[in-house]
């Protein structure tokens, strides 16, 4: 099973730019649907976004939409999130997940569809 890595949290301002990635290890990420998650404290965790296998096809919780980017570099094994004009609600640790087989466009943003995990990146917007 595929072995993730996410990097790149930190305590930035309201309105301050970030980026997180998400790195592989024991397999390639270039054959996976990947998504993005996101836990804030006492919530449960959320959808942030996903990107299928080729980077084709990208999806957005509405709450990011417009501010957040999602991208992959197969060549590099990465998937990184980009993220724009921050609120202090974008506050939670990031979690980076690869998909089930089963995975599909209509499902991307539920959770029981991808089957790794990442350990989580801390990111803390303060205003």
């Known amino acids: 099973q595929v072995q993730l890595v996410e990097s790149g949290g930190g305590a930035v301002q309201a309105g301050d730019s970030l980026s997180v990635s998400c790195a592989a290890s024991?397999?390639?990420?270039?054959?996976?649907?990947v998504g993005w998650f996101r836990q804030a404290p006492g919530k449960e965790r959320a959808f942030v976004a996903a990107?299928?296998?080729?980077?084709?096809?990208?999806t957005y919780a509405d709450s990011v939409k417009g501010r957040f980017t999602i991208s992959r570099a197969n060549a590099k094994n990465t998937v990184s999130l980009q993220m724009n004009n921050l609120k202090t609600e974008d506050t939670a640790v990031y979690y980076c997940?690869?998909?089930?087989?089963?995975?599909?466009?209509?499902?991307?943003?539920?959770?029981?569809?991808?089957?790794?995990w990442g350990q989580g990146t801390q990111v803390t917007v303060s205003s």
């Open positions: 997940a690869t998909a089930r087989p089963s995975w599909r466009t209509e499902t991307a943003r539920a959770a029981e569809m991808y089957d790794a």
């Open positions: 024991g397999r390639t990420l270039s054959g996976y649907n």
């Open positions: 990107i299928n296998w080729s980077g084709s096809w990208t």
